[in-house]
C-alpha cells in the first residue's frame, strides 16, 4: 500500500513565527488533504489538495503530485495552531476513496 | 460543525463486553468510513460503506462488525473487548471519492 510520511514530527513555535509541514507519499493520488486535530481530539479539514496551491487565511497549501509531495505553510503562528497536523491521501489505484493518514506532525506554539 | 454526527461521545466498558457507536452521515454523503485512532497506531482505516454497500475493508478484527442501513447511518459494533480497544473511534462521510471526507467528533472508548 502506500506510505504516507509527514516531517518534521514535532515543532515548536515561538508565536508569530512561520513554519512549513512537509508530506511525502510513495505512490500516484487522486485525493489529498490536510487536517488538524485540535487538543480535544476533533479532525477539521484544512485543505483538499490534490494538486496546485490554496490558501485559507494564514494557511496555504501546495501539491506537487508529481513529485509526490505536500506542503502546508503556517504563517504568524497563534497558540490556538497548536495541535496535530496530518496529511492524508487516497491511492489513485485504490478505487475506494479511503484515505491513508501520515503519523502527523506535533506543533505547539508558544505565547 | 461537520455534519457527521457521531453517539456516544464517551463510553467506558468493562473488558469482555459489547458496544454498539453510531455515525450519522452528513446530508447528501452516500460514504460511510470509521477510523480507529490510538495512541501507538495513529489513524487507522477500519471499514468503509457506500449507498448500503461494504466497498473497502482495512485493519479491522473479526470481533469488530459493521453496518450502513438503508437511511444511510451506519453502526461499528466492537465486541469481546480487551484493554487495547480503548480509543478513540471517528465516522467519517463523503459524496464519494474524490471529494472532501468530513469527520465526526469521535467516540472516545475507554476499556477497564
Known amino acids: 500500500g502506500i506510505q504516507v510520511e509527514q516531517s518534521p514530527p514535532d515543532l515548536i513555535l515561538q508565536e508569530g513565527a512561520n513554519s512549513t509541514l512537509r508530506c511525502n507519499f510513495s505512490d500516484s493520488v487522486n485525493n489529498l488533504q490536510w487536517f488538524h486535530q485540535n487538543p480535544w481530539g476533533q479532525l477539521i479539514n484544512l485543505f483538499y489538495i490534490p494538486s496546485g496551491t490554496k490558501q485559507n487565511g494564514r494557511l496555504s497549501a501546495t501539491t506537487v503530485a508529481t513529485e509526490r509531495y505536500s506542503l502546508l505553510y503556517i504563517s504568524s503562528s497563534q497558540t490556538t495552531d497548536s495541535g496535530v497536523y496530518f496529511c492524508a491521501v487516497e491511492q489513485r489505484s485504490s478505487n475506494t476513496g479511503k484515505l491513508i493518514f501520515g503519523q502527523g506532525t506535533t506543533l505547539q506554539v508558544k505565547p | ?112
Open chain 2, 1 to 112: 460543525d461537520s455534519g457527521v454526527t457521531q453517539t456516544p461521545k464517551h463510553l467506558i466498558t468493562a473488558t469482555g463486553q459489547r458496544v454498539t457507536l453510531r455515525c450519522s452521515p452528513r446530508s447528501g454523503d452516500l460514504s460511510v468510513y470509521w477510523y480507529q485512532q490510538s495512541l501507538d497506531q495513529g489513524l487507522q482505516f477500519l471499514i468503509q460503506y457506500y449507498n448500503g454497500e461494504e466497498r473497502a475493508k482495512g485493519n479491522i478484527l473479526e470481533r469488530f462488525s459493521a453496518q450502513q442501513f438503508p437511511d444511510l447511518h451506519s453502526e461499528l459494533n466492537l465486541s469481546s473487548l480487551e484493554l487495547g480497544d480503548s480509543a478513540l473511534y471517528f465516522c467519517a462521510s463523503t459524496m464519494d471519492r474524490g471529494n472532501t471526507i468530513y469527520f465526526g467528533e469521535g467516540s472516545w472508548l475507554t476499556v477497564v
